[in-house]
C-alpha cells in the first residue's frame, strides 16, 4: 500500500486556512448583486438530475482551471471580469479545493461557499430546475 503525503482532509483543512469563504446566510444576502457570480462544480450529470442555485453559471470541476486560463483554447470570457466568484459543490470540501485552485492560478475575487447546496435550500430557495 502507497503512503500519502498528504490526505485528502488535509488538502482541505489546507485550503480553509488560504482561501476566502462565505457563509450561507451572507452569501444569501448578496445573492441578486450583480457584480456576484455563483458558479456552481457539480459534474455535468449532477446538473442534470439536481437544481442548482439561480443564475449560477456551471463549469465542471474538471475543465475549472482550463476555463480560467486565458492561453488555453477552452478559456471563457466571463470568468476573467470583475466579479466576485462564490463556488459551490454538493459537498463544502469539493469547493474548498476549487476555490483554492482558482485563487493559485490567480483569478481575482474568489470565496467558497460555506456549507453544502442542501444547506443553501434549508435556508433560501432561488433555484434553477434540473434541464
Do not use: C
Not at 443564475?55 to 478559456?75: G, N
Not at 447546496?117 to 433555484?127: A, F, T
Amino acid at each position: 500500500m502507497i503512503k500519502l503525503k498528504n490526505s485528502v482532509l488535509e488538502l482541505v483543512e489546507n485550503a480553509k486556512i488560504n482561501i476566502t469563504r462565505v457563509k450561507i446566510e451572507n452569501a444569501i444576502k448578496v445573492h441578486s448583486d450583480k457584480m456576484n457570480m455563483f458558479v456552481d462544480i457539480k459534474d455535468i450529470r449532477e446538473i442534470s438530475q439536481s437544481s442548482r442555485i439561480l443564475e449560477a453559471k456551471h463549469i465542471s470541476i474538471v475543465m475549472l482551471e482550463f476555463w480560467i486560463d486565458t492561453k488555453r483554447q477552452y478559456y471563457k470570457k466571463y470568468l476573467n471580469k470583475s466579479f466576485n466568484f462564490i463556488f459551490n459543490f454538493s459537498s463544502y470540501w469539493g469547493s474548498a479545493l476549487a476555490t483554492l485552485a482558482t485563487k493559485n492560478i490567480d483569478l481575482l475575487n474568489t470565496s467558497n461557499l460555506i456549507g453544502s447546496y442542501n444547506r443553501w435550500l434549508e435556508l433560501y430557495d432561488p433555484i434553477e430546475e434540473a434541464r
